[in-house]
T-cell receptor, first 112, second 116 residues
Framework: RKEVEQDPGPFNVPEGATVAFNCTYS??????FFWYRQDCRKEPKLLMS???SGNEDGRFTAQLNRASQYISLLIRDSKLSDSATYLC?????????????FGTGTQLKVEL | EAQVTQNPRYLITVTGKKLTVTCSQN?????MSWYRQDPGLGLRQIYY?????VTDKGDVPEGYKVSRKEKRNFPLILESPSPNQTSLYFC???WGQGKGITDTQYFGPGTRLTVL
């Protein structure tokens, strides 16, 4: 089982739609969680951190469920510019210290 | 402008010819790391460094070397590249190891390496 698993997609949605991505992680000792956005052939960039109580940043809402070990990202009112790959990132405490593990990403395509 | 730079951005080389990919950050970050990204496998950490003269192996260190002689620079060295090292490489830096929710990883623009 992968440490961090995401549905690769692609998710093809019309402009204005609401879309949700889930991510599951296997290490129950994971401490912090993030969503990164990666445009085609570009570097990943932090979209938002995920707080235990859930958090919102404009059209984006992130949720964390520690009991079920999953993280979600909700995008409301999708824009063409939201088309990208969304990476789930988990920070876990291991024997060697903190370790960041990246999911393989979920591809989103927003269409007219 | 705060940034991470990598050079070269694109490189085609042949098996066995030693190469170095440079990485530099101007944010005074302590933590730097190298990742490779391959289709279906996501980003995998090659090596990381928590501070000057401190480096450690990540998940896929075989065939790579690094050094951290200065805080701002973290070069990746392939002593004898092989075709299975063809990949997209990213350097990243942050204040810490991502322990805190503010420990954003800043990535360089990537180096696309092809080994023939």
């Amino acid at each position: 089982r992968k440490e961090v698993e995401q549905d690769p997609g692609p998710f093809n949605v019309p402009e204005g739609a609401t879309v949700a991505f889930n991510c599951t992680y296997s290490n129950s000792a994971s401490q912090s969680f993030f969503w990164y956005r990666q445009d085609c052939r570009k570097e990943p960039k932090l979209l938002m951190s995920v707080y235990s109580s859930g958090n919102e940043d404009g059209r984006f809402t992130a949720q964390l469920n520690r009991a079920s070990q999953y993280i979600s990202l909700l995008i409301r009112d999708s824009k063409l510019s939201d088309s990208a790959t969304y990476l789930c990132v988990v920070n876990s405490l291991t024997g060697g210290g903190n370790k960041l593990t990246f999911g393989t990403g979920t591809q989103l395509k927003v269409e007219l | 402008e705060a940034q991470v730079t990598q050079n070269p951005r694109y490189l085609i080389t042949v098996t066995g010819k030693k190469l170095t990919v440079t990485c530099s950050q101007n944010m005074n970050h302590e933590y730097m790391s190298w990742y490779r990204q391959d289709p279906g496998l996501g980003l995998r950490q090659i090596y990381y460094s928590m501070n000057v003269e401190v480096t450690d192996k990540g998940d896929v260190p075989e065939g790579y070397k690094v050094s951290r002689k200065e805080k701002r620079n973290f070069p990746l060295i392939l002593e004898s590249p092989s075709p299975n090292q063809t990949s997209l490489y990213f350097c990243a830096s942050s204040w810490g190891q991502g322990k805190g929710i503010t420990d954003t990883q800043y990535f360089g623009p990537g180096t696309r390496l092809t080994v023939l």
